[in-house]
């Protein structure tokens, strides 16, 4: 009879018991029609390289508008070439780091390279390449929790998209980011999550090549929850040089969402609003906001992976040690 009774009370109490290591519900919020309104916002300024007045214009749009939500702005300013650059940086609280560092490019391509000949000496408005990563960063900040702001850094980056044009190389901004961190601030921000050309109307996310898989596993395991599998494809995608190689490049585990391939209108003047929806815009939203608000600090467990080189000396060294046993055993 006490066991009968045992039995219905586990039945009955176990249930409603905390899980432990379970994360609380969280609806999310994240409107991806604001989001779009920030993609516009931005494209209003016209095409905006380094060193543009339009994109002097639209650093003013980006700062003003996180301090007007109650973030924390610097400018970090460097000259690359001749060309007076700047890095935004928001933050919720100075007084401590925080784990995650979120980021995207907010300048475009001086010229279209990938368009016809006669369209190659004009800039590109970059709705999808620059704005739409923008866009949800401006997001994420407008309606994350203020529980959770402090987990997040947010990270504008300038000079991403110029290389190959006048002895520009890429991700200038990303880099010199990286290289004012101090030791340890590297070691304080357990993930670095780039947002890249993620607006298009018909968004394709695989997995970025170079990204460090647990955290990469992580961010799609959250899609998959929220029914994003047919957008955050569970298949491989090419290694891109981008904003996020930096990062990996220190030895802080990062991830690029980034759309592969690229658009067609890629690096051409068609890279315009209508290229992009705020469907798409809401899918890498509520991602991410659901990813911030369920982050655990004290739990987390990234760590770079390991170079392909390295994996192949850990396998190689100890197959030759062997061979050269047995030759030297047989003679």
């Known amino acids: 009879m006490r066991t009968h009774f045992l039995v219905l009370f586990l039945i009955l109490i176990v249930p409603i018991l905390p899980v432990a290591g379970q994360q609380p519900s969280h609806t999310v919020i994240f409107d991806g029609n604001s989001a779009y309104s920030y993609l516009e916002g931005q494209c209003e300024f016209g095409p905006r390289p380094p060193g543009s007045q339009n994109l002097s214009d639209c650093r003013h749009f980006i700062s003003t508008g996180l301090e007007t939500l109650g973030w924390t702005v610097f400018l970090q300013n460097f000259t690359y070439l001749g060309t007076e650059c700047s890095n935004i940086i928001a933050k919720w609280s100075v007084i401590s780091d925080a784990p995650l560092l979120l980021g995207a490019h907010y300048d475009t391509r001086p010229l279209a390279t990938s368009d016809t000949p006669e369209n190659q000496s004009k800039p590109i408005l970059g709705a999808n390449d620059g704005a739409s990563g923008v866009a949800v960063l401006l997001e994420l ?14 990270a504008f980056f300038d000079a991403e998209d110029s290389g190959g ?20 601030r590297k070691a304080s921000i357990q993930a670095m999550i780039l947002v890249d050309m993620v607006g298009d109307a018909n968004l394709r ?19 998959n929850t929220l029914n994003y599998s047919q957008t955050f494809l569970n298949q491989a995608g090419s290694s891109i040089l981008d904003d996020h190689s930096p990062f990996l490049e220190a030895g802080i585990p990062a991830l690029d969402i980034i759309h592969i ?14 290229k992009c929806s705020a469907e798409s815009l809401q899918k890498v939203g509520e991602v991410l906001e659901t990813f911030i608000v369920q982050y655990d600090p004290e739990s987390a467990t990234y760590s770079p992976d390991p170079p392909s080189l390295l994996y192949g ?4 060294l100890p197959l030759l040690i062997v061979t050269v046993i047995y030759i030297r055993r047989r003679r």
Do not use: C
């Not at 695989?206 to 990204?211: A, D, V, Y």
């Not at 391939?261 to 209508?274: A, I």
């Not at 000396?313 to 190689?316: E, F, S, T, V, Y």
């Open 165 to 184: 044009i006048n002895g520009w190389e890429w991700i200038r901004g990303s880099t010199h980011y990286v290289s004012e961190l101090s030791e340890s």
């Open 141 to 154: 900040a407008r309606i994350l929790p203020e529980s959770s702001r402090d987990l997040v850094e947010l």
């Open 261 to 274: 391939p690229f658009p067609w209108y890629w690096h051409t003047l068609e890279d315009t609003p209508d």
């Open 205 to 223: 996310l695989p997995k970025e090549g170079s990204s460090t898989d647990s955290l990469q596993n992580d961010v799609w395991d959250v899609a």
């Open 313 to 316: 000396l850990m396998i190689a």
